[in-house]
């Protein structure tokens, strides 16, 4: 008798379990949408400083890369191919201040590195 009604409990909790579905509504202001739009439209035209650490065979730049991230973990690095060689860059910088700064540091351990100034369309000088 306990073995029904044990089963018939867990029968009907299994029913009660699978009626749980919902529809989650969010309300927006609509000026949220207008300015993350007006924010992205800003830094996509926005151009960066970088700093160029050095270039090379994609060996050459991956192990450049890897100590670069030991070395700086606060920026990020990536490889840039930019025919024929790979090119490591480090960090994305607002202002020339910022670049500088970064710059007078990384130029201590890495004295090829250049800072690449920002175009107009985005891209790198």
Request: hydrophobic fraction near 35%.
């Amino acid at each position: 008798m306990r073995i029904a009604l044990f089963t018939l409990f867990i029968l009907l909790f299994h029913l009660c379990v699978q009626g749980q579905e919902g529809v989650v509504t969010i309300e927006q202001d609509p000026d949220i949408t207008k300015l993350l739009d007006i924010y992205k439209k800003m830094n996509s035209n926005t151009g960066f400083y970088t700093i160029q650490i050095g270039f090379g065979s994609y060996s050459d730049a991956s192990e450049l890369q890897s100590e670069v991230e030991i070395d700086f973990p606060q920026y990020s690095s990536k490889i840039i191919f930019d025919s024929p060689t790979y090119r490591v860059h480090l960090g994305r910088f607002k202002d020339k201040l910022d670049v500088e700064k970064t710059y007078t540091e990384v130029r201590k351990k890495y004295p090829e590195s250049i800072v690449l100034k920002p175009l107009s369309n985005g891209k790198q000088k």
